[in-house]
């Protein structure tokens, strides 16, 4: 029976906890458990169109980092209300995908507070039918990597409003999210269990891993280990390329209300780069704004580097009575 390493891990660094998942799944022999938490973050799927998932106007106000994940499924929002698991271990290939095998253990641990968890449909664990986990997994040669959400006492007012967006905006071949009637943990334990915290059930929960895997043994991370999370949480994680560039092609539409008249603007983006861009609308202008929409060619669909192109133009000339701010805001 192979050695299982238990790792304690208390940053909650949402670039850096990404990144560290992808460090011990590609660097550690042996098998591994981890339990780990995010201040608020977005966190999408290997193969989303970040940009439709995520409420930009909300998240840019709020400051809420957007990470893309090694796995694929859908986006979800984590707080410190959010307690994540991650299993990597070794196997043959065809056995590495297992969902029913690595939310099992979770399930056993509520199951032993009294708290009636299922695994349903693709990737869920739920209780009463709401959905508390969601599941998703990587495969990297013969090591598989298995990550799940709980939620135990989540703001699910910020979980909405940090992931509405219009779908009508977008059109992809990204894999959409599902939204799911969700719940915390907290709210279903027994009376007994009523004043228990997140840490406290993290502690609950690594105990149990512990006791009920044999060989494991308890593993901190290395000023190494550290120093190599750091470096790939920077060149990676910590990067719009990877987080919004790695989007697959899409085409993003919205139509702005101003007092200039109303304007339509149409983007083609590959690759997180805007290709194409046109504009329709019943305003008026003194230059063509044919000019505009070559400007921004090969320009990142990226807030900050809009406003960059922009600066120093007089809006104004190509689309009358409208502000920098209100075009650019027609953009996300």
């Known amino acids: 029976m192979s050695k299982m390493l ?3 891990r208390t940053n909650t660094n949402p670039y850096y906890n990404l990144a560290a998942e992808e460090y011990v799944l590609k660097n550690f022999e042996h098998d591994t458990f981890m339990l780990w938490r995010n201040e608020p973050a977005i966190i999408v ?3 989303q169109n970040t940009l439709a998932e995520v409420n ?3 998240v840019h106000e709020k400051n809420i980092p957007v990470v893309r994940r090694l796995s694929g499924g859908g986006a979800v929002f984590h707080d410190l209300g959010n307690l994540n698991f991650t299993f990597t271990q070794k196997g043959e290939k065809e056995e590495l995908i297992d969902f029913v095998k690595y939310t099992k253990p979770i399930i056993d641990i509520l199951k032993n507070l009294g708290v009636n968890a299922r695994f349903e449909g693709r990737n869920d664990i739920t209780i009463d039918g709401k959905k508390f986990s969601g599941n998703a997994e990587h495969v990297f040669k013969n090591h598989v990597l298995h990550h799940g959400t709980l939620l135990f006492s989540s703001q699910m007012t910020d979980l909405s409003d940090a992931l509405k967006v219009s779908e009508a905006k977008f059109k992809d071949k990204a894999v959409k999210s599902v939204k799911s009637r969700v719940t915390n943990i ?4 027994p009376e007994q269990y009523s004043g228990l915290s997140v840490l406290q059930f993290k502690d609950m929960v690594m105990d149990h891993i512990v006791n009920q895997y044999p060989n494991t043994e308890l593993y901190t991370l290395t000023e190494e280990d550290d ?3 750091r470096e790939l949480m920077e060149k990676k994680y910590n990067t719009w390329d ?5 989007s697959p092609k899409y085409n993003f539409t919205k139509t702005i ?3 200039g008249g109303s304007i339509e603007l149409n983007l083609d983006v590959h690759n997180g780069l805007i290709k194409q861009v046109k504009i329709f609308g019943d305003y ?3 230059e063509p704004t044919s000019e505009i929409e070559s400007f921004l060619k090969e320009t990142p669909h990226e807030h900050k580097k809009i406003t960059e192109k922009l600066n120093g133009i007089d809006i104004s000339r190509y689309f009358n009575n409208v502000t920098k701010e209100e075009l650019i805001a027609g953009m996300f």
């Not at 907290?186 to 334990?189: D, F, K, T, Y």
């Not at 990877?242 to 790695?246: L, M, R, S, T």
Request: with cysteine; glycine share 8%; charged share 20%.
């Open 56 to 58: 930009v106007d909300y």
């Open 45 to 47: 799927g290997k193969h």
């Open 186 to 189: 907290s709210e279903h334990l």
């Open 257 to 259: 209300k101003t007092n």
């Open 284 to 286: 008026f202008n003194s």
């Open 6 to 8: 238990c790792i304690k």
């Open 242 to 246: 990877w987080n919004f560039g790695y």
């Open 227 to 229: 120093k190599a999370i």
